[in-house]
């Protein structure tokens, strides 16, 4: 039974991920920063598992190296792993910055979250990965890290630098498939986190963007930057 991590498994993306890889039989390690919105999502997560498949709940925090160590072996644990999934991500500051406001404390703690933690879990995890018949690795990215919009330049560089990391990381590693995959805008807490006050009920849910993504990962998608518009096509093909 395939095994995978997946961070920020609380709510939004994470969550919808995790449950539906659950759903398909997925034995899962999952973490969040928040003990109650866990537990909820442990409850859900737990509701969706296959027969056979085996939940382990890990709270704690992705720039925290223990926590990050305590991931690998609660994979280990469960014989194998198959998947990791960087999904954790932080704006850094709401409202966002311009850049000539960015403190380098916001800008630390997104290049902690979003760049260092990832490659850090990346590095602790490679060799059980490498154990498995079919390693992938899944950073979530953003438009952000490629286009340049007023604001947001402390999270796009933070995901820029995850781009090139994993861009290279799949050149070093070449039988592990390595995925920046932007999901699109989505109705997230983080989301509206950026644009606070405004109404944001126009965006999809993360549950819309599930089915690709698990054709992602089941299909043959060779590593490098995925789109949500190439998403779509991956579902498509897979049907």
């Known amino acids: 039974m395939a095994v995978a ?31 109650s919105a866990l537990t909820r999502a442990q409850d859900e997560i737990r509701d969706r598992l296959s027969i056979g498949a085996q939940l382990r709940v890990v709270p704690g925090d992705v720039t925290d190296g223990a926590h990050r160590r305590d991931l690998a072996a609660a994979a280990t644990g469960l014989g194998r792993l198959d998947l990791v999934v960087n999904n954790a991500s932080t704006l850094g500051a709401s ?25 850090a879990l990346i590095g602790e995890t490679l060799p059980l990965l490498r154990q498995s018949p079919d390693p992938r690795i899944l950073n979530v990215t953003s438009d952000a890290s490629v286009a340049h919009y007023p604001s947001w330049g402390g999270y796009g560089s933070s995901k820029a630098a995850l781009d090139h990391l994993s861009a290279t990381l799949a050149e070093e590693e070449s039988a592990i498939r390595v995925w920046a995959v932007d999901p699109g805008d989505m109705r997230t807490e ?13 965006r999809p849910g993360p549950d819309t963007v599930v ?26 093909v897979g049907r």
């Open 95 to 119: 409202p966002l910055p311009a850049v000539a406001d960015l403190s380098p404390e916001i800008l630390r703690r997104a290049l902690e979250v979003n760049t260092i933690a990832p490659v």
């Open 5 to 35: 991590i997946v961070t920020g498994a609380s709510k939004g993306l994470g969550l919808a991920l995790a449950t539906g890889l659950a759903e398909r039989g997925w034995s899962l390690v999952v973490d969040a920063r928040g003990q």
């Open 211 to 236: 089915p690709s993504l698990l054709a992602l990962i089941t299909g043959d998608v060779p590593s490098g930057r995925i789109t949500l518009a190439e998403l779509a096509v991956v579902a498509e």
């Open 190 to 202: 983080m989301h509206q986190a950026a644009f606070p006050g405004q109404d944001i009920s126009d």
